[in-house]
């Protein structure tokens, strides 16, 4: 009931935002002799990812964008486990910009042994000026695929049994240099589940948020309600808060979450940690670009 009133809430701001960028799109037109120009919007996240999501922002063309994920156990391990610092998971990330709108992705996580890939592709850009569209919209596609070993080697074991995927829709908008959100309905589809009662196709509806702190640091946060989970599965709905660190090339974030896994099939469908039960786990992601194309 929480989640529906602040969705609700959410909604009715943003729609009264956009209700207002149109007038001040319109009033700024009028008493000018300038022709004006149709500017486009960029920078409503510091990086391609809000933390776990994936932001309604692209690699720039010509761009290679590395990328290090690291996260450690629960925090109420106690002192014995150093606060979850002694256990670690981590993923490997080329992310890649072919076009001003499009980018892929490659990673390789040690959790399950995963490979994974993405693709991202801008709809509309968010912009102002003649012909301008207050939101951005963008569909992002992806697979996973475990290299874990088959535990039950007695049955007739498919390679199609490891393969995952999901698909997502990003609707989004910088609403001012200092707070950005957007919305992320997303299905994620499994070839093979852990019981027979378990769906293979779990619908969810995200949200994430950007809130500027100062010139380099933000607070960002991103969460997902999944509306068709095996309540008897128990998983959780993933959560995560943290703070983007800009540092010329590189980009920090630091966080706390429950999810341990860095891809979509992982802490949407197998997150077993509860904020409520202080299953909360510290990571960074660390961002790294690189120009391997020149500039047009």
């Known amino acids: ?31 000018s002799d300038e022709k004006p120009e149709k500017q486009y919007v960029d920078y409503a996240f510091k990086s391609s990812r809000v933390i776990m999501s994936h932001s ?10 590395l990328r290090i994920l690291h996260r450690f156990g629960n925090i109420n391990k ?3 486990e150093m606060f979850g610092l002694d256990n670690a998971s981590m993923r490997l990330g080329f992310d890649f910009g072919l076009s001003k709108n499009l980018m892929i992705g490659i990673g390789r996580s040690t959790n399950k042994k995963e ?24 569909f992002v596609g992806g697979s996973s695929m475990t290299l874990l070993k088959f535990t039950d080697t007695t049955r ?18 910088k609403f001012s240099e200092s707070f950005s959100l957007q919305f992320m309905p997303t299905v994620v589809h499994r070839n093979l589940v852990p019981r027979p009662e378990d769906p293979n196709d779990v ?6 948020t950007r809130v500027k702190l100062s010139k380099r640091i933000s607070l960002n946060v991103d969460y997902y309600y999944r509306l068709n989970p095996n309540p008897a599965d128990g998983t959780k709905n993933p959560l995560s808060v943290g703070f983007d660190i800009e540092t010329g090339g590189h980009v920090f974030q630091l966080h706390f979450t429950n999810a341990s896994g860095m891809n979509e099939k992982v802490f949407l469908l197998e997150t077993t940690n509860d904020w409520a039960k202080g299953d909360i786990q510290f990571g960074f992601n660390i961002s790294r670009s690189f120009q391997l194309k020149k500039k047009k």
């Open 1 to 31: 009931m929480l989640f529906r009133k602040l969705a609700l809430l959410a909604v009715t701001l943003t729609w009264l935002s956009l209700v207002k960028a149109q007038e001040e799109d319109l009033l700024s037109l009028v008493g």
């Open 56 to 65: 309604m922002e692209l690699i720039r063309p010509g761009v290679m964008d």
């Open 78 to 80: 106690g002192i014995y």
């Open 115 to 138: 490979l994974d890939g993405f693709f991202k592709y801008r709809l509309i850009h968010q912009s102002h000026g003649p012909g301008s569209i207050p939101f951005s919209l963008l």
């Open 156 to 173: 007739k074991n498919y390679f199609s049994s490891r393969l995952g995927y999901y698909g997502q829709m990003i609707l989004g908008r």
């Open 203 to 208: 619908f969810a509806a995200g949200i994430a």
